[in-house]
């Protein structure tokens, strides 16, 4: 099954331990893309990847960073989490970096982070 | 940068068809028009893509006037499940990059 999967679903941690949140998709995409989304402020992109290696900042990329070593994954970090950082994270993945292509994303589950 | 504008809200009855309008006065001549839903706590969903005339899939029908500066995004005889964000997405590469820019969305209400 065609699917993004993120891990963990849920974490309560506290301010300045850092935390790997985890994306992997299965369907050979190029693009993939992490957001977070808080209330009254919808989604916004953090971070984004076109391929291998190559990643690139969305609106809201401070405090966090990511990595794109293989194609199926691509992590998102928190070095010193804080409580700003209190949200519901998505990652997504996309076919290709054509116009079309692109704007169909795949979504994972989500990720709630509190921090303490 | 294109932009989208959507009503914030919408309330609606089962049975009835809704029609939702996203303005994009800025689309680009090679950005296509995106629509997802989003329930509570899940990931947003792909819904429809067009880029110009009119699009009908299993879920939704899409229509894009010729000037391209909006869209119309049309739900058949709505359900309590149909209740939902839905986002209106329009390319970005103008900015040179392949950034993806959610907009507020519409919060649709159905009720029985």
């Known amino acids: 099954e065609a699917q993004v999967t993120q891990n963990p679903r849920y974490l309560i941690t506290v301010t300045g331990k850092k935390l790997t949140v985890t994306c992997s998709q299965n369907m050979n995409h190029e693009y993939m893309s992490w957001y977070r989304q808080d209330p009254g402020l919808g989604l916004r992109q953090i971070y984004y990847s076109m391929n291998v290696e190559v990643t690139d900042k969305g609106d809201v990329p401070e405090g966090y960073k990511v990595s794109r070593k293989e194609k199926r994954n691509f992590p998102l970090i928190l070095e010193s989490p804080s409580p700003n950082q209190t949200s519901l994270y998505f990652c997504?993945?996309?076919?290709?970096?054509?116009?079309?292509?692109?704007?169909?994303?795949?979504f994972g589950a989500g990720t709630r982070l509190s921090v303490l | 940068l294109a932009k989208t504008t959507q009503p914030i809200s919408m309330d609606s009855y089962e049975g009835q068809e809704v029609n939702i309008t996203c303005s994009h006065n800025?689309?680009?001549?090679?950005?296509?028009i995106t629509w997802y839903q989003q329930f509570p706590s899940q990931g947003p969903r792909f819904i429809i893509q067009g880029y110009k005339t009119k699009v009908t899939n299993e879920v939704a029908s899409l229509f894009i006037p010729a000037d391209r500066k909006s869209s119309t995004l049309s739900l058949p005889r709505v359900s309590l499940s149909d209740t939902a964000v839905y986002y209106c997405l329009v390319g970005d590469l103008n900015t040179g990059g392949f950034k993806t820019i959610f907009g507020a969305g519409t919060r649709l209400f159905v009720k029985a």
């Open positions: 997504a993945s996309s076919l290709g970096l054509a116009e079309k292509t692109k704007n169909i994303q795949y």
């Open positions: 800025n689309i680009a001549t090679n950005d296509y």
